[in-house]
């Protein structure tokens, strides 16, 4: 009935499933009349108004929230924005910018500006009003999820506080004018997914969270903004449910708080990162930064600057059983193998900078399935996979490498190849000579690469030989 579509080359573990046509029309239909969920959208709003019993309800399509009028409903899903286009291009102040750029003369016309201000004050009062709804009308809530995000008003109500049964709260997208989050989020203590990821529209401005997400003990699930303010570093220690953790910084993060969550599975470290109390002479005699055995995904990505590579070590060497590694970071130079996890499957190096080829490191990494460097991941000219090495690998991928000029791939190297691809490497010369030992290769993808480079892997060139056995050879947006 339910068949597996698809599996993530690294750890093979299920993406994607797909279920037959018939067996999901079967499936809703039957969830209807058992009143297990209603799917809600403009031509069916006013049945929704006779039904009092529905606990989940689905919108795919905006309609007013009014309409639904279930004291007892669970969950409530937006698959659209939190406003219909047609109202959200008229968001102030939003409007008002875009406005202005094209008509400059009317800047100082006070009767444009009451307009303005007529127009925002019945949005708002607009949005307010859903918001009031929902926290006086869903008391018994579970799930509240937005999934594509849009304008919703001037900030969050602190009347979210009253949602004191939710267990899941996604807030992703949601664009408010102020990005301060109320202190009223410290009564959800049911929470067991909470996504703080709202933005503001028209600056990339810092989100205040209330240092109180501590009191959510149920926690599972931890996504903080990507730029967070906090007059205080928030304390997070006590979530020892927690699983994931995504945008944690030590600026507004403690690292000693890490080594509680003891069940924690997937890490993401976004911005600055450095350990207090940090003994340089004696790395050994540093404390482990993480004790969760569970540990298989770890993320750093830092566009401020670079990370202390004795820091780094130090994290690497406190996640023994990860299989996914990404580096989004200056580090010049990479952690040496016995620092890295030799469960590896998969591996993106991006803008690290690397000043060696680092495949004689990453060679070693027995079990590594899925392996990308992008956009200046090193800056050497040359790059050499000696033979027998990468023995699993299934996928490969070098994008934006703008110093590789020469790569050489040795007799039996990348024995399990099936896809590869080569984008924007513009420096690169030719194929490597090794690629046509490689009989596993199912795809050769050439993407925005010189129009010499293409030529001479096509029919006639003089590099089609060595992919001549690739069944599928693709070229796109090549000059």
Known sequence: MIQVRERYVATLKMTSFQMHDLMRGVCLSKAKQEKFFDIADQSNACQLSRIGRVRRVSVHKYFWIHYIKSPRLRSLLFFDKFLPVEEEDNVLPLAMVRYFDNHKEELFNPWVWFAAVLVCSVLVT???GIWKYMFNNFNFLRVLDYERGG?????LPNDIGKLIHLRFLRLRGLEFDSLKLPSSLGNLRCLQTLDLRIINGLCSESVHVPNLLWRMQQLRHLYLPQQCSSKAKLK???L????????FNTKNCYVKDLINMTNLRELEIRGSFNIEDFNTEELDKNPPIIQSIYLHSL???NDEGRIDPRHLAHLLLSCEN???LRLDVEIRRLPEYHYLSSNLAYIKLRRCKLEEDPMPTLEKLLYLRMLEL?????IVKEMFCCGQAFAKLESLSLKGLNNLEEWKVGEEAMASLQRLEIQKCRQLKKLPDGLRFIATLQELKIDSMPKTFKDKVEEGGEDFWKGRHVPSIIFHDCE
């Open 299 to 301: 993320s750093i990505i």
């Open 151 to 155: 304008y919703a008003g001037c900030k």
């Open 322 to 324: 990860i299989s996914k």
């Open 240 to 247: 020892k449910n927690l699983q994931t953790l995504v945008n």
């Open 236 to 238: 997070l220690g006590t």
């Open 126 to 128: 607009k949005l307010r």
């Open 374 to 378: 992008h956009e200046e991941a090193f």
